[in-house]
């Protein structure tokens, strides 16, 4: 029987032998009688959001480093009880070095695999990358930040796919706003201001080939015409209302101009794309939504 007077104190000279070791319990390889509710396979168990420097590659060949919160999950069997969660940061940690692109975490997913002795296998990791954005009259630049995120999957037949994931923000300006305010104009001489709103499209692409951030955003770009802006100084302004102006857009639109667009991306085999317009006259949100139609695909 244990003392009952046990001691408060902690021991910064006590090291653990390997026979000590050895003697702790094992709760997570114990037997299955010990598993609680129903005995059946969970498709993903995992910790998220531990975060590290990463390193990732530009296309001129420079390399970035960024701050990466990563989440990580695997299968587990019905009749097992658990997995050691410490494993999956510690396996993730031998890659810390490494330069990080789709490709790679096939890599690291099968490392997974082969810890966790597991079937299949789930990474995430997401991050803030910055991309030099110009002004649009003065000359001026500036770092815009797209919250990103690339994302591997491996099945149980060991096969493996990769996502891309980015947020978009642009300005939607409205097209019946619009035709209201110069009705207005001219035919009661009344001054009116078409409203816009800031605006996000929210990508998830499934690739069949390397693709970069500044890929995704340039297409982005292409389609859509109204990124928001970083530096401006008043002809910049001035610009952005021109721009607006030419390239007016409802949700609906938005969603169809980056389908066109990706839809011709050779490297993108999947993708599904949420545009939501912060309404400026509204106190709600417009939304609209939207997948290439791939068989079994995104939805």
């Known amino acids: 029987m244990l003392s009952t007077k046990l001691k408060q104190y902690y021991d910064p000279t006590f090291i653990a032998s390997e026979s000590y070791k050895d003697s702790l319990p094992d709760l997570q390889n114990g037997p299955a009688s010990l598993i609680e509710g129903a005995d059946v396979p969970i498709q993903q168990v995992g910790i998220s959001d531990f975060k590290l420097p990463l390193k990732y590659p530009r296309p001129d ?12 999950y695997v299968g ?3 009749g097992k009880k658990g997995i050691n969660m410490s494993r999956i940061m510690r396996s993730f940690y031998d890659f810390k070095d490494d330069v990080f692109h789709p490709d790679k975490l096939e890599k ?9 002795d597991t079937h299949s296998a789930y990474l995430k990791l997401s991050f803030n990358y910055p991309i030099m954005q110009e002004s649009l009259r003065s000359g001026l630049e500036g770092y815009q930040y797209y919250t990103t995120s690339i994302e591997g999957t491996i099945d149980a037949e060991g096969r493996f796919r990769k996502f891309m994931h980015l947020d978009f923000e642009y300005s939607s300006a409205c097209p019946c706003s ?8 001219e035919q009661r001489e009344v001054a009116s201001i078409p409203h ?13 080939d390397e693709l970069f ?12 015409m109204t990124e928001t802006q970083v530096m401006v100084k008043r002809e910049d302004e001035q610009a952005f209302a021109e721009m607006n102006g030419a390239y007016q857009k409802f949700v609906e639109d938005a969603a169809r ?4 667009e ?12 949420r545009c939501v317009h912060m309404e400026s006259l509204h106190s709600h949100d417009a939304v609209s939504r939207i997948c290439k139609g791939v068989k079994n695909g995104l939805r």
């Open 61 to 72: 060949g420079e390399l970035i480093t960024l701050e990466t919160s990563v989440s990580g």
């Open 76 to 78: 587990l069997e019905a």
């Open 108 to 116: 690291v997913l099968q490392t997974y695999r082969e810890d966790l």
């Open 178 to 185: 619009y035709e209201l305010s110069e009705h207005a104009r």
């Open 196 to 208: 816009s709103q800031r605006s996000v499209a929210s990508l998830t692409v499934e690739l069949t």
């Open 213 to 224: 951030v500044e890929d995704l955003v340039s297409h982005c770009r292409e389609a859509l």
């Open 257 to 260: 101009l980056l389908y066109e």
């Open 262 to 273: 990706l839809n011709d991306e050779e490297c993108i085999y999947d993708f599904v794309v």
